[in-house]
């Protein structure tokens, strides 16, 4: 094995220790001597790697969101219309809520730390602007192509990616509340009879 394979193979070690450690015992509970434990490999490999656990832990964090944005494209790329490219991506929230039912708390935690260090807040409300960006621009496909009535991309964007936030919020707080899957794809479906061109109807899971 190359040495560069050997260093990505310890670097995914790491990654993946932490991401045990952090759904185990949290994240303000785990240090990096547990994670080194976990992964099998000495500080000094760690630091090599990563310069602190708040750099691991948004290391963590982009690798999530890098495969939820694939899934988005995907499911834009496939979609007929604006509408139902956005009630096929709504569905990604039954998966989301299935795989990160150990993530959620911990980005709580890492978010309350991260007010304090203004570097790493930006870190991680970075990805929260950019999903609003992404939005907007599917909103103004939208009202080009005529499935959107004429709106403000800015505001719709925010209205969606606030539902989706909210969603995720509530199946924290309060998971068997409700089916939280279903509960964003309902929500979504209401939210583009608001938006849906009045010669267009709403788009049908």
Not at 75 to 103: C, K, N, Q, V, Y
Not at 104 to 132: C, I
Not at 191 to 200: F, K, P, R, T, Y
């Amino acid at each position: 094995m190359s040495p560069q394979r050997r260093a990505q193979k310890t670097r995914e070690r790491i990654l993946k220790a932490a991401e045990q450690c952090f759904a185990r015992d949290g994240y303000d509970a785990t240090g990096v001597a547990a994670i080194c434990e976990q992964a099998g490999v000495t500080k000094g490999a760690f630091y090599h790697h990563f310069p602190s656990k708040q750099a691991l832990f948004l290391a963590l964090l982009q690798a999530w969101l890098g495969q939820l944005d694939a899934g988005m494209e995907a499911l834009r790329a496939g979609a007929p219309t604006i509408p139902h490219g956005l009630l096929h991506m709504a569905g990604l929230t039954r998966i989301i809520f299935s795989e990160a039912s150990g993530r959620l708390p911990v980005f709580l935690e890492f978010w309350n730390q991260a007010s304090h260090d203004r570097d790493v807040w930006q870190a991680t409300v970075a990805p929260y602007r950019r999903y609003r960006d992404w939005f907007a621009g599917i909103v103004r496909t939208g009202v080009a192509e005529g499935s959107l009535r004429p709106v403000d991309p800015d505001a719709a964007a925010l209205a969606i990616v606030a539902l989706a936030v909210g969603m995720l919020l509530q199946g924290l707080l309060d998971p068997d509340g409700a089916n939280w899957g279903q509960a964003m794809h309902d929500g979504m479906a209401m939210l583009l009879e608001g938006l849906a061109a009045s010669s267009q109807p709403a788009a049908e899971s």
